[in-house]
């Protein structure tokens, strides 16, 4: 035991914590080598989409085609977290030139979406009118966003890239547990719709372990866009069949909101952490600018001269700073002004420094700005990156488990919930316990915010992609996942590393029951923090890093998860 009385101890921990601003290290742009690893590395949620991947860069594509190959098997064989129905990002970065951008295929609003379309005559919320009903729904961008990449960045015709996916949905794949459990979760919803019904049931039960799942609709869905490309899918007979689809089930889609559906790129947003150049998913994903003025917080204090418990609570008080902003300030930059050179700037950041008390948890509420783990998260990322370097961080989504579960007739498409992301009601928390305001109310056309941190860390002596599912919680797993591997943890420990979090609201530090000892907790007790055990572990997180001295990759899927991560 010390002989250090506590609060000595503490002053004693405020001498070393601090790391005077003059003797931070100048942002450093880091030179990732042109020339490229020399080898391929994939890290996907389950094992048959890396193998698509893989099986398409072995016919001469690129890491962009190979991305479009993992997102469309991974739509058929991880149905619960991404697919047609559903939408996300794409974060590239493309080798010959260094160019860096974000493909945004997030959902659209409908037309007829309206800012209290989902509250009573009261004013109160309709529970599970934005979540369970086909009114969730926004205009999926997947399809879009495959046929954008493919054309733009691919070196292979679209349906060569889809082949895999088409094979997957037309042949089947062995029920696996992990999926088995989500549709278990989601039976009730899948029974409301016969397609969803005959897809995923047999006899109205799930499956037995092992069971092939078999998907011929949505094979052919597939083959529409392979053959015609996103207007085959936006347009036309099959946009007739999903509208009618959605309004037979209760939803409000129309012809021309799908042929109003596009694709944006945007800028990444791009910082710097201890010499190392961070490149992120920018609005409408919040997770990239949460990530950047995290690290910006905890690049003024030395975080390896601390104990563990002092680290733990300083790193969530930048987490429930950077999670407060997002509920005040984030949504679509088509719609609201985001203010996202200030939140990413360092002195911004410092004010938001000089707010943190060592021995004292901050209570949200005492955080000026705005007036609640979740149900199962879904969503699916996965990291690519070729033998030349070229680069995809990508984060897609239904939302939760299947999306509503609702199946579209005829298509094998399952539709999203993502218009829950919205803010519903100002201050009234969504399916993952996050509020918002005005910048993320629902407007026709406005695409509601996510929390996904499709992210590139670009060190001085390697790089890593990363990302993972995991609604609320993605930006921390990200903030975490990048100190870690600035602390010199390889792929695995980067993937595999104990987890906590802090969102702002609720006020609340989750933690992974192997993230904190019992001492550490009654420690971040005693300085103010209410503490949350989880109950279950979460993320799915897929790492690959690539060392440039050695040219070593190394591909790395979460423990937690069924994926894998593949090396050649
Ligand atoms: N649907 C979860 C997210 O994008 O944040």
């Known amino acids: 035991m010390s002989p250090l009385h506590p609060l000595a101890r503490l002053r004693a ?16 742009p880091t030179k990732i080598p042109a020339a490229g690893p020399g080898h391929a590395a994939i890290a996907s949620a389950y094992p048959l989409a890396s193998d698509a991947g893989k099986e398409i860069l072995a016919k001469g594509g690129n890491a962009f085609d190979a991305a479009v190959a993992v997102a469309a098997a991974l739509a058929v064989v991880e149905p619960s977290s991404s697919g047609l129905g559903g939408g996300g990002f794409f974060l590239l970065r493309r080798s010959s030139d260094g160019l860096e951008t974000m493909i945004d295929l997030r959902e659209m609003a409908p037309g007829a979406a309206s800012r209290d379309m989902y509250l009573d005559r009261d004013g109160n919320p309709v529970p599970g ?19 954008h990449l493919a054309k733009k960045y691919g070196k292979l015709p679209l349906a060569t890239s889809l082949g895999p996916a088409i094979r997957l949905a037309r042949e ?20 409301k719709t016969p397609d969803a019904t005959r897809v995923f049931l047999v006899d109205g039960e799930v499956p037995a372990l092992g069971a092939i799942i078999r998907q011929p609709e949505l094979a052919a869905s597939l083959e529409i866009l392979a053959k015609s490309g ?36 945007r800028a990444p947003v791009i910082g710097h952490y201890r010499g190392a150049r961070i490149i992120s998913a920018s609005p409408p994903a919040s997770g990239g600018v949460a990530l950047i003025d995290a690290l910006n917080i905890l690049e003024g204090f030395d975080l390896d ?46 004010g938001q420094r000089a707010s943190i008390r060592l021995d004292k948890a901050t209570p949200s ?35 939760f488990f299947f999306g509503s579960g609702l199946m579209v007739p005829g298509t094998g498409i399952l539709l999203n919930n993502q218009m829950d992301d919205f803010s519903v009601k100002p201050g009234v928390p969504n399916g ?17 915010l996510s ?19 995991g609604g609320s919680y993605i930006p921390g797993m990200v903030i975490l996942g990048t100190l870690h591997f600035m602390d010199g943890r390889n792929a695995q420990e980067v993937a595999g590393a104990p987890r906590f979090h802090h969102q702002f609201s609720p006020d609340v530090l989750q933690f992974e029951s192997d993230a904190l000892t019992p001492e550490e907790r009654k420690a971040l007790e005693a300085r103010g923090h209410t503490l949350r055990e989880g109950t279950r572990k979460w993320g799915n997180m897929q790492v690959v890093t690539w060392d440039y001295a050695t040219n070593k990759v190394e591909a790395a899927s979460d423990p937690r998860g069924a994926g894998v991560g593949l090396v050649y």
Do not use: C
């Open 13 to 28: 921990s405020l001498v070393v914590l601090f790391l005077p601003l003059a003797l931070q290290a100048a942002p450093v």
């Open 129 to 147: 009118l934005s979540r369970d009903s086909a009114l969730a729904a926004g205009i999926p961008g997947e399809p879009a966003g495959f046929a």
């Open 172 to 191: 089947g794949f062995p029920l696996y547990p992990r999926l088995r459990g989500g549709m278990e979760f989601k039976k009730n919803a899948f029974l």
């Open 230 to 265: 996103a207007d085959g899918f936006y347009k036309g007979a099959f946009a007739k069949k999903l509208v009618d689809g959605v309004r037979s089930l209760g939803g409000n889609w129309t012809e021309q909101d799908l042929a109003n559906y596009k694709v944006v790129e």
């Open 305 to 350: 001269k601390v104990d563990k418990v002092t680290r733990t609570h300083v790193i969530v008080e930048a987490m429930r700073r950077v999670h407060r902003d997002r509920a005040v300030y984030l949504g679509d930059p088509d719609f609201v002004d985001v203010p996202v050179a200030r939140l990413i700037n360092e002195y911004y950041a410092a």
């Open 365 to 399: 509420a005492m955080l000026p700005g705005v007036d609640a783990p979740s149900p199962g998260p879904s969503t699916t990322h996965f990291s690519v990156l070729d033998a030349k370097g070229n680069m995809v961080a990508a984060t897609i989504t239904l939302n």
């Open 432 to 448: 993952f316990q996050l509020i918002g305001g005005d910048a993320n109310a629902i407007l026709p056309k406005k695409r509601p």
């Open 451 to 469: 929390s996904s941190t499709p992210t590139i860390v670009a060190g001085p002596k390697g790089l890593m992609i990363l990302g993972s599912p």
